[in-house]
């Protein structure tokens, strides 16, 4: 076949179901870009990522760092959270992230600090798959 009708071929939106739910098809990402409209598919994954990655305090960690007067500074918490992106890449989910002389256990699927800890010098943490100190 020709180049021309190949790439028609290629460019025809394929759909199943009813034709009330048919749309448009999507442009191209390349198009997007070309003409200067929208995103590419890694700036929106990023975006909704960086979105994504607020985290969020259980109730009993809220209570532990309260309890243990664990101060989370702002450059603390940008620490913390960095080192549960990290943890993310590794593939890990219920991390122990050491930040300075505290330590938090963090679900980094759910984005969620389970407790604080505070002196760890003699203590035993179980139920992890991994640490990263930051």
Known sequence: MDDLLIQRRL?????TGSAAALQPAP??????????????????????????????????????????????????????SEGVRIAKQKGLNDTLIIVDDSAFVVNTGAGKVITGLQGLSGRVITNIDGTVIV
């Open 11 to 15: 460019s025809l939106p394929v759909s």
């Open 27 to 80: 442009v191209p990402a390349a198009q997007q870009e070309a003409a200067g409209e929208g995103m590419s598919f890694l700036q929106v994954f990023e975006q909704l990522q960086s979105q994504s990655s607020t985290l969020t305090f259980s109730k009993h960690a809220a209570q532990r760092l309260e309890q243990r007067e664990i101060e989370l500074s702002p450059s603390r918490l940008e620490r913390l």
